[in-house]
């Protein structure tokens, strides 16, 4: 009985590793090459003391969010003795960014996270998302395919938001 089972395992088999192969093929082909992500050295007069790039910012963001977003690239800047904090992701196209922007509304919108309500004001062309919390100000928003969260101590938020919109236009 296996014998006559066999050959048409086998076809079933190969077949399910050509269309794997082929699926990932056309995955990668259509995926943007990534680039790294380049952060300001200094921000309202603080340098950048620790950087985190790529895989390592990815699994950060992803922690930090409890769910996964299609990011292809990531980096994380820490200023000063963390005075500001930059987080920036990058996704594949600028639908992706502006449904993780969203998604971040969201959540933050239930009400079971440390931060205010946000409140959204126009800055350099685009929406800036701002709220309180665990002590500091923070703002995010999407330039293109990057999302950017901002995290400031209060006496220096504000010159560090118009320095890294400039930085991310």
Do not use: C
Request: overall charge positive; charged content about 15%.
């Amino acid at each position: 009985m296996w014998n006559r089972f066999s050959p048409k395992l086998m076809i079933a088999v190969g077949a399910l590793l050509l269309l794997t192969g082929i699926s990932y093929w056309a995955y990668n082909a259509v995926l943007p090459r990534t680039q790294p992500i380049s952060v300001p050295e200094a921000v309202a007069g603080v340098p950048v003391t620790k950087k985190i790039f790529g895989a390592d910012a990815v699994t950060e963001v992803t922690l930090v969010h409890g769910k996964e977003f299609p990011m292809t690239s990531g980096v994380i800047a820490i200023y000063g003795d963390n005075l500001a904090t930059v987080w920036v992701s990058s996704s594949a196209q600028n639908t992706i960014a502006a449904q993780m922007v969203q998604a971040m509304t969201n959540k933050i919108a239930e009400g079971r996270s440390p931060f205010t309500s946000p409140k959204t004001r126009p800055l350099n062309g685009r929406t800036v998302y701002e709220m309180n919390g665990m002590g500091q100000q923070h703002f995010y928003f999407q330039a293109g395919k990057l999302v950017i969260w901002l995290t400031a101590d209060k006496t220096i938020a504000e010159k560090a938001l118009g320095e890294i919109t400039a930085f991310y236009p």
